[in-house]
């Protein structure tokens, strides 16, 4: 069974800082893997998708990278902004209909 | 995103009462997904559709009914609600282009079971 973790569970930086989320997973025959971002009371926006053949996908300020041999994504966001402040999920599909299995997340905090 | 809308947006039920969520997608996606969320558990997959009629379980699929008789309605069904099941529960949809399969949600229902 696919197990998905994420170190820390939350994290405060100040503006101006890059910021490096980290994501594990157990099984690396995955599909793709996915990163949300999440606000309080809110749905879930995909910010990026990372298929099982790519090392690394960007998009602006943000670039998530994939090593399925070690089980590990990266997602990075340059000059964090107070913006930024939001619970970061990441997910990992497995084929056969794309059934995710998350994260439990990390909640950032940009401070001014 | 991908035109998703769940109704209703919060409800309140009674322990015992059968309770049905509603899930509508505008863009004719094939593959829709229901989900809760719990603080501790993160986000669980319910059930699964690939398609009308179509249907099978995900992680935590007891105490849960799902049907697809058009593309468009993806709806979950509590047989009778119970306490275990207040959560957040959220639908996507999984959109298919040439750079992969993307998972949008929906903006969630608030479920409260007493």
């Known amino acids: 069974k696919q197990e998905v973790t994420q170190i820390p569970a939350a994290l405060s930086v100040p503006e101006g800082e890059n910021l490096v989320l980290n994501c594990s997973f157990t099984d690396s025959a995955i599909y793709n893997l996915q990163w949300f971002r999440q606000d309080p009371g809110k749905g879930l926006t995909s910010l990026l998708l990372i298929q099982s053949s790519q090392r690394e996908q960007t998009s602006g300020r943000l670039n998530a990278s994939l090593d399925k041999s070690s089980g590990r994504s990266t997602l990075y966001i340059a000059a964090s902004q107070p913006g930024d402040s939001a619970t970061y999920l990441c997910?990992?599909?497995?084929?056969?209909?794309?059934?995710?299995?998350f994260g439990g997340g990390t909640r950032v905090l940009v401070k001014p | 995103d991908a035109g998703i809308t769940q109704s209703p947006r919060h409800k309140v039920t009674e322990t015992g009462t059968p309770v049905t969520l509603r899930c509508h997608q505008t863009?004719?996606?094939?593959?829709m997904y229901w989900y809760r969320q719990d603080p501790g558990h993160g986000l669980r997959l319910i059930h699964y559709?690939?398609?009308?009629?179509?249907?099978d379980k995900g992680e935590v699929s007891d105490g849960y009914s799902v049907s697809r008789s058009k593309t468009e309605d993806f709806l979950l069904t509590l047989e009778s609600a119970t306490s275990s099941q207040t959560s957040v529960y959220f639908c996507?949809?999984?959109?298919?282009?040439?750079?992969?399969?993307?998972?949008?949600f929906g903006p969630g229902t608030r479920l409260t079971v007493l």
């Open positions: 997910a990992v599909g497995k084929a056969a209909g794309n059934k995710l299995t």
């Open positions: 559709s690939y398609g009308v009629k179509d249907t």
């Open positions: 863009e004719n996606h094939r593959y």
């Open positions: 996507a949809i999984s959109e298919s282009r040439r750079d992969g399969d993307t998972q949008y």
